[in-house]
């Protein structure tokens, strides 16, 4: 049974590249990304066994511990990457569970990342070649730190198939997925720092994941080299119990996998519950806002643009905290307006074809644009509001208080005019509803980049005056001009906002059949 399952994944693999020749040329191009960077590890893994103990270890521990770690957390961002053995469609078969699961195991070990994995560990022999015993227990170790890495990455893959039946777990993990990637700079640029500022940080880093599930396999030829037996009897009986509780916990999700089906609860309100639908205007500019906002709460696409907010103070502070002066972060409320004020550029790209509940309601495109537009609002002028008066406050920056709300509400008012002409003008393909925020539909890279390049070129021309009277109060330190880039912000945003309204709801009503067919398309 074990054997036709290998057999059973290495078919699937063989039709599915002819079904598709981009396909083909996919794993093609991913083959021989991966044997050059196997040969690069290799060549390493080699050479790094000619040097000093203390340093083979750490850097062993730490690369070992990078891709046990990698294995574990790519099933948490990208679930369904390689689901040709889905335990999903062998729950109408008998296959006894022990032959299941392992069977399931080992077809995980072929394809690409598998063999680079195994290979790579397997080298780790070479690197010990000085050492006999550590040489023999690299390749016991090999094997092991491989079977960690396939029966974690199952574990989590299959629990997380149950999960994902459910819409909230779905949004909330596509959602919080967006987090690290965000931070992806900081999180590295603080690695290399601790690395730069401290030379015992590696050291230090490695002798504790080398007591970790991640590192303790690789850790265990070192501990022989440097004649501490014991420490590697325990490193490697951490480790076995290790792969034992995760083959327990992943033999109990599978069980419960194959005899549970996935269900996805509906949520049940009380009869005459509207939402927020009850608490906007019974108008259709009130229920456009009403549906808009429940998007901006429940839809991830949406949420990838809120989500960024929080974390703006954080991406600023690292970007100025290398010249010690934290300028940059004085301007957190008129980026944070900015970059609010366009996150509704493409909303009726984002609808899809249930724009069309909007047409066969005969909404006006006024009513449109301005429940969309006070949708936006009513979290991002508090926000905006927040970031603009804290970092001054905490900075004891409040003389520039008037100049900053003047940039911010400019920003927030001018951009989110612009923004209801533009996404009634132009649409591009954007990850459909329900798929995740990080898909890039084909077709969309020149579109999107020309459409987002050109809007906000114009929407910095529809911002020159503000700017222009800011720096005129910055040069000169005048109290007038920082009040009159307030004025400004305010009138000329106000005006903006209401003629980008009334042009966005014009065009809205002419083009309103042609922009339900272009969102169609992306299907």
């Not at 170790?141 to 960690?148: D, E, G, H, K, S």
């Not at 703006?312 to 944070?336: A, E, H, K, Q």
């Not at 809007?455 to 503000?466: A, C, D, I, Q, T």
């Not at 330190?477 to 903006?496: D, I, S």
């Amino acid at each position: 049974m074990v054997a036709h399952l290998l057999k059973l994944k290495l078919l699937l693999l063989r039709n599915s590249l002819r079904r598709s020749t981009w396909q083909l040329v996919g794993v093609i191009l991913g083959g021989l990304y991966g044997l050059g960077l196997l040969g690069l590890i290799v060549a390493g893994l080699i050479s790094l066994g000619a040097l000093d103990l203390d340093l083979i270890r750490t850097v062993v521990v730490l690369g070992g511990s990078a891709a046990v770690l990698g294995w574990l957390v790519i099933p948490l961002i990208a679930s369904g990457v390689d689901m040709t053995l889905d335990p999903a469609r062998f729950v109408t078969f008998a296959v006894p569970m022990r032959q299941l699961m392992t069977g399931l195991a080992l077809g995980g070990v072929i394809g690409i990342p598998g063999i680079v994995t195994l290979i790579a560990f397997l080298t780790l022999t070479l690197t010990w070649i000085r050492y006999p015993a550590s040489a023999v227990a690299a390749v016991v170790c090999a094997v092991c730190a491989v079977l960690l890495c396939i029966v974690g990455s199952r574990l989590i893959t299959t629990a997380g198939t149950a999960l994902s039946s459910s819409r909230r777990f779905k949004d909330l993990s596509s959602t919080v997925a967006i987090i690290p990637l965000i931070l992806l700079g900081p999180i590295f640029a603080g690695i290399t720092a601790g690395f730069q500022n401290s030379p015992e940080f590696a050291g230090e880093l490695a002798n504790i994941l080398a007591w970790t599930p991640l590192g303790v396999f690789v850790a265990i030829p070192a501990d022989l080299a440097a004649g501490d037996a014991l420490v590697a009897l325990a490193r490697f009986a951490i480790g076995i119990g290790t792969i034992g509780g995760l083959a327990y916990l992943w033999h109990k999700s599978l069980s419960h996998a194959l005899v549970t089906p996935p269900y996805n609860a509906v949520t049940r309100k009380g009869a005459g519950n509207l939402g927020l639908l009850a608490r906007f205007p019974g108008t259709p500019t009130g229920a456009v806002a009403a549906r808009a906002l429940t998007y901006w709460m429940r839809d991830p696409r949406y949420a990838a643009s809120v989500i960024v907010v929080p974390l703006l103070p954080v991406l600023l502070w690292f970007i100025s905290r290398d010249s010690g002066d934290l300028f940059l972060l004085n301007y957190l409320g008129p980026i944070t307006a900015f970059l609010l004020a366009w996150s509704i550029s493409a909303d009726i790209s984002y609808d899809n074809t249930a724009f069309w509940l909007h047409l066969s309601a005969g909404v006006s495109g006024r009513a449109d644009r301005a429940g969309r537009t006070l949708a936006l609002l009513v979290f991002a002028a508090p926000v905006v509001l927040v970031f603009t008066v804290a970092p001054l406050w905490l900075s004891g920056s409040l003389a520039d208080l008037p100049m900053m709300l003047g940039l911010s509400l400019g920003a927030l008012l001018s951009g989110a005019g612009f923004s209801s002409v533009l996404s009634a003008r132009y649409t591009y393909n954007v990850p459909l509803p329900g798929e995740s925020p990080f898909k890039t539909p084909p077709g969309t890279g020149f579109s999107m980049l020309a459409v987002q390049g050109l809007g906000w070129m114009v929407l910095m021309v529809l911002l020159l005056p503000e700017i222009a009277l800011a720096i005129a109060y910055l040069l000169t330190g005048n109290a007038v001009f920082g009040w009159l880039t307030l004025l400004a912000g305010v009138v000329l945003g106000t005006a903006v906002l209401i003629g980008g309204i009334r042009l966005g709801g014009a065009w809205y009503d002419k083009r309103g059949s042609e922009l339900l067919q272009a969102v169609s398309v992306n299907k």
